[in-house]
């Protein structure tokens, strides 16, 4: 069993509530795991060009193609994304709108598998955490847990945030704020959101071992699919 872990922040590792945040899911399944970071990464939206209608296999030729073999070999997921927009960021979206290529002429091979979302936002981490949540369904993959925490919004380094007024900083603190590192928000330091991210893994873990049925899971997702659109 494997699980592929995504980062979908455009930050170093050491900065990313994302990244921490998956990370810290991931080492508590008990599970091998590969953790990906899609900083730097070169990854475009579907064309609508239909290439993989056939076979598949997406032909867009970019970074999301060397990721196309752990996708198809995980057993499961655990993706997160900061929030942009009460959104996901643009590199997240683009990487799970390409899994459109599994969908085709009944494909399933994403069907049944098990999922845990995870994001952070400079105020709430829940909006892309719902997005990922989405995305999972429409594969007919089942969201095991979601997992929030606040990150460090650019207000706090953007070199403005004492003074801008729609700036994060002066939302929280008021009118003369000034920035200290102890309020920076950091999700290391945020009990609630590591040990909901830890008890996210556990779950997960479990699941997998027990030797979950790929085809009841699709079938309750299916159905799940079915009750949202009506």
């Known amino acids: 069993m494997k699980i592929l872990g995504?980062?979908?922040?455009s930050r170093k590792k050491d900065t990313s509530g994302v990244y921490k945040l998956v990370k810290t899911v991931l080492e508590n399944t008990g599970i091998e795991y590969d953790l990906v970071s899609l900083?730097?990464?070169?990854?475009?939206g579907c064309i609508a060009c239909l290439g993989c209608?056939?076979?598949n296999i997406c032909k867009v030729s970019d970074d999301m193609t060397e990721l196309r073999d752990k996708i198809v070999g995980a057993d499961a997921y655990v993706i997160g994304a900061p929030n942009y927009y009460s959104g996901l960021n643009a590199v997240t979206h683009a990487f799970i709108e390409r899994w459109f290529q599994f969908r085709?002429?009944?494909?399933?091979?994403?069907?049944?598998?098990?999922?845990i979302a995870v994001g952070v936002g400079g105020m709430d981490g829940r909006f892309p955490a719902d997005d990922?949540?989405?995305?999972?369904?429409?594969?007919?993959?089942?969201?095991?847990?979601k997992v929030s925490g606040q990150g460090a919004a650019s207000c706090y380094s953007c070199g403005y945030g004492e003074s801008c007024?729609?700036?994060?900083?002066?939302?929280l603190y008021g009118k003369n704020v000034k920035i200290t590192n102890e309020m920076i928000?950091?999700?290391?330091?945020?009990?609630?959101?590591?040990?909901?991210a830890a008890d996210a893994g556990i779950l997960l873990g479990k699941r997998l071992k027990s030797g979950h049925d790929?085809?009841?899971?699709?079938?309750?997702m299916q159905q799940k699919m079915t009750d949202m659109m009506n």
Request: net charge positive.
């Open 6 to 9: 995504i980062s979908g922040s």
């Open 104 to 115: 085709h002429q009944g494909g399933d091979t994403l069907w049944g598998k098990l999922g």
């Open 39 to 44: 900083r730097g990464k070169k990854i475009g």
């Open 132 to 145: 990922i949540e989405k995305f999972f369904l429409y594969s007919f993959i089942e969201t095991l847990a």
């Open 165 to 171: 007024a729609v700036g994060i900083p002066q939302m």
């Open 53 to 55: 209608a056939k076979d």
């Open 185 to 196: 928000p950091d999700v290391s330091r945020q009990p609630e959101a590591m040990t909901s």
């Open 214 to 220: 790929r085809k009841v899971v699709t079938q309750n």
